[in-house]
């Protein structure tokens, strides 16, 4: 390779910085939007009084649950086999051990969520109908210690992750607008 060559693809790394693969891309941005609608959909849900419409606003909160819970179990294995592009070289030390205990809590938090609302409803026989379309399998039995418990573990990961969502959203504007460093491209769209 020439110097030109090389000086032309160093060149397209600062535009076009290393990627993750398209299906991590397009399974991080669909999980976001489930994540955010079903933070949304819940709230609202536990500000209705009991209705048979807050049971129905309810099977869409868990509908969401249950499908970012699968995505998410698809997204580490896309994980796995695509592996992730190399740090953009500007990161120090520090930042690159806070991202990835940022990315590890956020995996273990959109993993737990889901489990305990599916556990807090299945110990407490609430109905799992996904999306009204069909019934989802209650895997734990009726238990109210269980189903106490579960629903006090989702409210606490509740705001765990949405601590934890507000600091992943402001460290990507953060390489966005200010250190323009293209750690956000790695995940967001081209250009």
Same mark, same amino acid.
Do not use: C
């Given at each position: 390779m020439t110097a030109l060559t090389a000086s032309r $693809?160093?060149?397209?790394?600062?535009?076009?910085?290393p990627r993750h693969a398209p299906a991590l891309r397009a399974l991080h941005w669909t999980i976001a939007l489930l994540i955010f609608?079903?933070?949304?959909?819940?709230?609202?849900a536990i500000n209705l009084p009991r209705s048979p419409f807050r049971v129905e606003v309810m099977t869409v909160h868990k509908s969401?649950? =249950?499908t970012v819970l699968a995505l998410v179990v698809a997204? =580490?294995? =896309?994980?796995?086999?695509?592996?992730?592009p190399p740090h953009v070289p500007s990161l120090d030390v520090v930042t690159r051990y806070? @991202?990835?205990?940022?990315?590890?809590a956020l995996y273990v938090l959109m993993l737990a969520m889901?489990? @305990?609302?599916? $556990?807090?409803s299945s110990a407490g026989q609430h109905a799992l109908d996904w999306f009204g379309l069909f019934p989802m399998p209650?895997? $734990?039995g009726a238990d109210p210690a269980i189903d106490r418990s579960a629903g006090e573990a989702h409210y606490v990961l509740a705001w765990a992750?949405?601590?934890?969502?507000?600091?992943?959203v402001a460290a990507a504007l953060w390489h966005l607008l200010v250190k323009k460093d293209n750690v956000f491209a790695r995940m967001g769209p081209r250009g």
């Amino acid at each position: 390779m020439t110097a030109l060559t090389a000086s032309r $693809v160093d060149a397209r790394a600062d535009v076009y910085p290393p990627r993750h693969a398209p299906a991590l891309r397009a399974l991080h941005w669909t999980i976001a939007l489930l994540i955010f609608a079903a933070i949304a959909v819940g709230i609202a849900a536990i500000n209705l009084p009991r209705s048979p419409f807050r049971v129905e606003v309810m099977t869409v909160h868990k509908s969401l649950g =249950v499908t970012v819970l699968a995505l998410v179990v698809a997204r =580490v294995l =896309v994980r796995l086999a695509t592996g992730a592009p190399p740090h953009v070289p500007s990161l120090d030390v520090v930042t690159r051990y806070a @991202s990835k205990l940022a990315h590890f809590a956020l995996y273990v938090l959109m993993l737990a969520m889901p489990i @305990s609302g599916y $556990v807090h409803s299945s110990a407490g026989q609430h109905a799992l109908d996904w999306f009204g379309l069909f019934p989802m399998p209650m895997w $734990v039995g009726a238990d109210p210690a269980i189903d106490r418990s579960a629903g006090e573990a989702h409210y606490v990961l509740a705001w765990a992750i949405g601590a934890v969502i507000t600091l992943h959203v402001a460290a990507a504007l953060w390489h966005l607008l200010v250190k323009k460093d293209n750690v956000f491209a790695r995940m967001g769209p081209r250009g």
